[in-house]
């Protein structure tokens, strides 16, 4: 039997033993093409904390939609605050559009303005629905279910930048996301069917799709067309939802600044320092990657 000094050792894949050398056998020239992190991105901290804050920004504005329904509950919104509200968010939503959105023609306006008029009349026509949609359910059921819901809601929300792609493209692509949307409209249901009269449903229901539907979008135009204005727009967002919770419950206060305390500096310093025990390893044995599409 011939010796392995006889033969040198040629790497291959699929081409059986090689005379002198067992199946597995390898030498030092196998690890010679090995790259190490080839594809792991360095992440600077500043910029990591400065990305958290688009998740603090939405987080705040779910903390402003529950405690406008808690302001509702309690009798101290009544039907025309309500309706005005709805309509400033409406009219800020289209300026906000119309001043940042690079290509918005008439055309494109003409149908934001169509489709705001259907989705409105449609709601106020299934109002009355929706008020007697849970009367025989009780209401501490209703408010579990309802606080389910909204964290639900904020697990599968989306909270990348790419929320919208584009003016008009309001259809999210994944399944998390319609979850998501949809766990906040029952929530909506849920509260606006225990107020008193069915304005206030239709109000409270507006109000709160408004801000679940438009809300990404619009701060998507914002962080588009101004990074800077964008930080000033979340950090003014968060200050005023602190003001807001505290006069409420001072409980929720601490609550709610622990948990941006947490994502804005405790996951980021979290996220930086686990890169460091990033391993990655690239090398011949790696699946081949098509590089054209086998469809064409």
Excluded at 193 to 202: D, K, Q, Y
Excluded at 264 to 284: D, H, S, T
Aim: aromatic fraction near 14%; charged fraction near 15%; include cysteine.
């Amino acid at each position: 039997m011939d010796s392995p000094t006889n033969h040198k050792w040629r790497k291959v894949a699929y081409g059986g033993m090689q005379p002198g050398f067992d199946d597995n056998h390898t030498d030092e020239s196998f690890l010679e093409d090995m790259i190490m992190n080839a594809n792991v991105v360095k992440r600077d901290l500043v910029k990591v904390i400065l990305d958290a804050v688009s998740i603090s920004q939405y987080l705040c504005v779910v903390a402003l939609v529950v405690l406008v329904w808690t302001y509702t509950l309690r009798s101290i919104f009544s039907e025309q605050s309500l309706l005005l509200l709805d309509i400033a968010l409406l009219g800020w939503g289209f300026v906000v559009v119309l001043l940042t959105a690079e290509m918005l023609s008439y055309e494109l306006l003409l149908n934001y303005i169509l489709r705001t008029s259907f989705f409105i009349t449609g709601l106020y026509i299934l109002s009355p629905i929706y008020h007697t949609l849970t009367r025989s359910i009780s209401s501490d059921t209703i408010w579990a279910l309802t606080a389910s819901l909204v964290v639900l809601h904020l697990f599968l929300h989306n909270y990348s930048s790419s929320t919208a792609e584009a003016p008009g493209a309001l259809e999210f692509s994944t399944l998390t996301n319609n979850i998501s949307l949809n766990v906040s409209i029952v929530a909506s249901l849920l509260v606006a069917s225990r107020l008193p009269s069915r304005l206030h449903v239709f109000a409270i229901v507006l109000f709160s799709l408004q801000v679940f539907l438009f809300a990404p979008f619009v701060s998507y135009c914002i962080k588009k067309y101004s990074f800077r204005l964008h930080m000033c727009f979340s950090l003014g967002l968060m200050a005023v939802t602190m003001i807001f919770v505290y006069h409420l419950h001072q409980l929720l206060f601490i609550l709610l600044l622990s948990i941006l305390v947490f994502v804005n500096l405790v996951c980021p310093y979290w996220l930086i320092r686990i890169q460091e025990y990033k391993f990655e390893i690239n090398g011949p044995w790696d699946e081949a990657k098509l590089c054209f599409n086998i469809t064409e």
